[in-house]
């Protein structure tokens, strides 16, 4: 079936870095969402793009947060600076349109030490 | 706002019995209601969906059916096997312009031998 592809798949990295997490969605899709998990639990929102635009971010997409698209290539999470708080494991996903499935990279696992 | 709810953090039980995960939700739109798998160290993946009133839903042995009535889309099986065992979150899409996703907090089912 469709994939959503996550590079890496662990990254450590020192508070105060940046990091982007790279997300390549499938094809043909057209909506395009990060999600943070801790501790393999509750999934949360944190944003959603479309048409090269955010949509709808959440309280936990903080100022230090960005996503871009640029000429239909990786669908970047950046983190600029990191803070302790900001491991977990993110997760990429995509749909076609509105209110249909969305599809699930496997996640980066984020370490902030 | 728009919520989902799900009661039960940990469900244990044996190969072989029924089981029922629950789910209600809060929206003011007209809702789509999905169940997601997650299983350990693996991407969820989309289980059953639906926005149509009491219509049941079935796939891979687990069937739902939403009721407007009570806002809710429990998620049932008649037969749990091991291989079931993993992580169950309800989600909930409002049926408006945006294209979030809401989860509730996740329900780990373990099923032992």
């Known amino acids: 079936g469709p994939k959503v592809l996550q590079i890496p798949s662990h990254q450590i990295i020192d508070m105060g870095q940046m990091v982007t997490l790279n997300c390549d969605p499938v094809?043909?899709?057209?909506?395009f969402y990060w999600y943070k998990q801790i501790l393999g639990q509750q999934m949360e929102f944190l944003v959603n793009?479309?048409?090269?635009?955010?949509?709808?971010k959440s309280k936990l997409f903080k100022d230090q947060f960005s996503v871009e698209r640029p000429d239909g290539s990786y669908f970047t999470l950046k983190i600029q600076p990191t803070a302790l708080e900001d491991s977990a494991v993110y997760f990429c996903?995509?749909?076609?349109?509105?209110?249909?499935?969305?599809?699930f990279g496997k996640g980066t696992r984020l370490t902030v030490v | 706002g728009d919520s989902v709810t799900q009661t039960e953090g940990l469900v244990t039980l044996t190969k072989g019995l029924p089981v029922m995960l629950n789910c209600t939700y809060q929206?003011?739109?007209?809702?789509?209601l999905f169940w997601y798998v997650q299983h350990l160290n693996e991407a969820p993946k989309l289980l059953l969906k639906?926005?149509?009133?009491?219509k049941r839903t079935e796939h891979q042995g687990f069937y739902a059916t939403l009721h407007k009535s009570s806002s809710s889309f429990h998620l049932q099986k008649s037969s749990v096997q091991l291989s079931d065992s993993a992580l169950y979150f309800c989600?909930?899409?409002?049926?408006?312009?945006?294209?979030?996703?809401?989860f509730g907090d996740g329900t780990q089912l373990v099923v032992k031998p």
């Open positions: 996903a995509s749909s076609l349109s509105k209110n249909t499935e969305v599809f």
């Open positions: 094809s043909n899709h057209l909506y």
């Open positions: 793009f479309y048409n090269g635009k955010v949509m709808e």
């Open positions: 929206t003011t739109y007209s809702p789509f």
């Open positions: 639906s926005s149509t009133d009491n």
């Open positions: 989600a909930l899409s409002e049926g408006n312009n945006n294209n979030r996703i809401f």
